[in-house]
């Protein structure tokens, strides 16, 4: 590729072709202070806070958007820059609530972070409320517009990474705001819950539907039973939040922290992930067997079941009728784990730990109560089960580990890959292969799927049947993919599609930040505690096995269809029904 | 039930158009008078345009409206030269006469009042426009006998 050489602030530099200032500048040490830039998505140039002097302009210009050119002399430290960036920030901050102490971003906040790096001492503009009124209308997304600094990363986000487009830019000037079309509300267009616009948001403008509350409340009342569930991306990620580098696995030490908060069991997804194999294979291999629909689409991620019910309805056929894991281990909980152990099911308080905003909205599903009661009753992202064990002051990077509880808390290698995109695909294919062929699967690290590429294929041999699979993350990539199926275009019969970008590990509930290295750090993490784990194939876990001997019977049988599948429910992009 | 098929033939009319959004609503509301929620759910439904950002462009341009406005939309400049040739005192005529604030609508639905940045016509200050003609060199009497004649004329044709 061709180099090119500048000077910036006097120092020679060489970067590629196509490189921005901003990126040339990071390179000699110098981190120009950004607001709107965000690694995920291209620039808009909205905040004017990365503005450099390049010798020979009239004008300054935004170095997350102007790219090197051979012999530049930049500037990033002038006069004229330091001004304007004071200025760009000050007006900012005149627009700005300032109620930090109060504010869910509290020392994890850009807007606090580039004041800090500024050196800001006072605000010369008075403070003018911005417009718009707090959006509750969502079950897992809350909106405070007036935090809002208009960097439009949710916006981007929302319409590129995941192709929804739920929000927009609306009015203009002084009065401009984020808004859903003629202000419905986030919970009243087709939003899928998915929070990646959280994951970007700079600011306190955006946030997950506080959960924290009715958990306490739980653990306060001494006739519930309170339990709680761990999702596998929460233990390559939770660890962030105290301060640990991105890729610490720390699942023992979650373990530990959530008996200390005072949950009486401490269970795992992982236990219903490999049950979702078990149950989701055994699907696939019918649907093959008995010319059902293919190709069959995983149902794990909420986010993408919201995504398909509003924008493909016409499709759901195809979606795999399994529960997530979440909502399987909810109806099991209240049935299996109750009965086993002569607890009256309407008072066991089922928690869950997700690095998801969607599970909030899944487990607030009125078809999700097949135990006769709602299976789950409260949904912590990774960010709020940080918040709790922080109020009481637990210091999870300090903690002794701690083994899971019998028999929900057994796991194999296969179910905590289910935090990676690829890894139910992965983990399926263990176990389908095995059982087709009857035979152990020579390699069972499947790298074809590995990897956060947008969509990756893959094909696998089952004693002659060729099983072609392909694997998405991020839903503008599933939007290709069904665009493919719709088209008749697409010849899998396995496709596993989650809504975030590389999977739960960069999930909307995830530590902020997050960005593709920090992706990659987590991914390993979850890989690590695959091949650490003594079984990896979820059909040899022995606590799953058990299961269908006392409780379930068959694999899709009578039972397991009652608590461990649901029907999905068509819906629409728009609700003005006479359009 | 509203007729939504003339939505329908205005999107089809800029098939071939690169960028047709604004033709689009431009001619949807001169058709139907206003971009109400349903005539843009149809814009978005026929283009394949995200609702969102379709919002977004009428309500970026200050002649799209997403509201029902009167027949006759009076907009008095706002800028410097106008105020120092006397506007406001011509504005506060025009709203003594109609009755209204900023912004708002007769109740007969003849009239709705708004500002407008310079109309370049700083020479004949203070103006102001009325659908598409403009006034100037306005004195607060002048403007309401030209809002008495729209008045008359607007009751004629009702």
């Not at chain 1, 998405?472 to 719709?486: E, M, V, Y």
């Not at chain 1, 979820?538 to 379930?552: D, G, I, R, T």
């Not at chain 2, 959004?21 to 971009?35: A, H, N, P, S, T």
Request: net charge neutral.
């Amino acid at each position: 590729m061709e180099n090119i050489t500048l000077t910036i602030d006097g120092k020679s530099v060489t970067v590629p072709k196509g490189t921005t200032i901003l990126d040339a500048a990071e390179k000699i040490n110098i981190k120009i202070p950004r607001l709107c830039y965000h690694p995920d998505l291209p620039p808009v140039s909205a905040c004017r806070l990365c503005v450099v002097e390049i010798e020979g302009d009239r004008l300054l210009r935004t170095s997350c958007s102007w790219k090197c050119q051979e012999g530049m002399k930049v500037n990033t430290r002038s006069a004229f820059v330091r001004e304007s960036r004071k200025m760009a920030l000050e007006l900012l901050l005149s627009r700005h609530p300032m109620k930090c102490t109060e504010c869910v971003r509290n020392n994890f906040c850009e807007l606090q972070s580039v004041a800090e790096q500024l050196g800001t001492r006072e605000i010369r503009f008075d403070y003018k409320e911005r417009k718009g009124e707090l959006d509750t209308s969502s079950a897992a997304i809350v909106r405070d517009p007036s935090k809002c600094i208009l960097c439009r990363r949710c916006i981007q986000t929302c319409e590129l990474v995941q192709s929804v487009s739920a929000i927009g830019l609306e009015g203009r000037g002084y009065e401009v705001w984020v808004d859903t079309p003629f202000g419905k509300g986030i919970g009243d267009v087709a939003c899928v819950s998915c929070g990646q616009c959280i994951d970007r948001c700079p600011v306190g403008a955006l946030y997950e539907n506080d959960h924290t509350a009715r958990v306490w409340k739980a653990l306060d009342d001494p006739t519930k039973h309170v339990i709680v569930q761990t999702a596998p991306a929460v233990r390559a990620s939770i660890g962030e939040m105290f301060g640990m580098p991105a890729g610490s696995l720390v699942t023992d030490k979650l373990v530990a922290g959530l008996r200390m908060l005072g949950f009486e069991k401490v269970f795992d997804t992982d236990f219903t992930a490999d049950l979702t194999i078990i149950e989701e294979g055994t699907e696939l291999l019918s649907r093959i067997n008995k010319g059902g629909t293919l190709p069959l689409l995983t149902s794990c991620s909420p986010g993408w079941i919201n995504f398909i019910e509003h924008f493909y309805p016409e499709l759901l056929p195809h979606v795999s009728s399994c529960k997530s894991p979440q909502q399987m281990f909810g109806a099991l909980a209240k049935t299996y784990y109750a009965q086993k152990n002569g607890i009256d099911p309407k008072d066991i308080y089922c928690v869950s730990i997700m690095p998801c905003t969607a599970k909030k909205y899944e487990a607030g599903r009125p078809e999700m109560n097949d135990s006769g009661f709602q299976d789950v009753d409260a949904v912590l992202t990774t960010r709020e089960a940080a918040v709790m064990m922080k109020q009481v002051g637990i210091n999870l990077p300090d903690l002794t580990e701690e083994p899971y509880d019998d028999p929900l808390g057994i796991s194999t290698g296969a179910a905590v890959i289910f935090g990676n995109t690829g890894g139910v695909m992965e983990a399926a294919l263990r176990t389908v292969y095995e059982l087709v062929t009857k035979k152990p699967l020579d390699d069972i690290e499947i790298k074809a799927v590995r990897g956060l590429e947008g969509i990756k294929e893959a094909e696998i041999d089952l004693n002659g049947l060729k099983v072609k699979a392909a694997v998405s993350n991020g839903l503008a990539n599933a939007r290709k993919l069904l665009d493919k199926i719709a088209a008749g275009e697409a010849h899998y019969h396995f496709v596993e599609i989650m809504a975030c970008p590389g999977g739960c590990i960069g999930g909307g509930g995830q530590p902020i930040p997050t960005s593709q290295d920090i992706r990659k750090k987590r991914a390993e993490a979850i890989y690590l505690e695959d091949r650490g784990m003594k079984i990896r194939k979820s059909h040899e876990n022995p606590a799953v096995q058990m299961l269908y001997k006392e409780f379930l019977g068959e694999p899709n049988g009578h039972k397991a269809h009652e608590l461990l599948h649901t029907h999905y429910i068509k819906k629409t992009v728009y609700k003005d029904a006479e359009a | 039930m509203q007729d939504l098929k003339k939505v329908d033939e205005i999107v089809k009319n800029y098939s071939m158009t690169k960028t047709p959004l604004i033709y689009i609503l431009k001619d949807v509301q001169k058709e139907y008078g206003f971009l109400s929620e349903t005539l843009l759910t149809r814009v978005a439904k026929m283009t394949n345009i995200p609702l969102s950002e379709i919002y977004g462009v009428a309500t970026f341009y200050s002649l799209f409206t997403t509201e029902a406005k009167g027949k006759y939309i009076v907009r008095c400049c706002n800028n410097a030269p106008c105020h120092v040739k006397g506007s406001k005192a011509v504005l506060d005529k025009i709203k003594e006469y109609l009755g209204l604030e900023m912004n708002e609508t007769t109740p007969d639905g003849l009239f709705t009042l708004e500002f407008t940045s310079c109309l370049g016509l700083c020479a004949v200050a203070p103006v102001m426009m009325i659908n598409d003609e403009v006034y100037g060199n306005l004195t607060p009497e002048k403007a309401v006998s030209i809002l008495k004649d729209y008045k008359m004329k607007g009751l004629a044709n009702a």
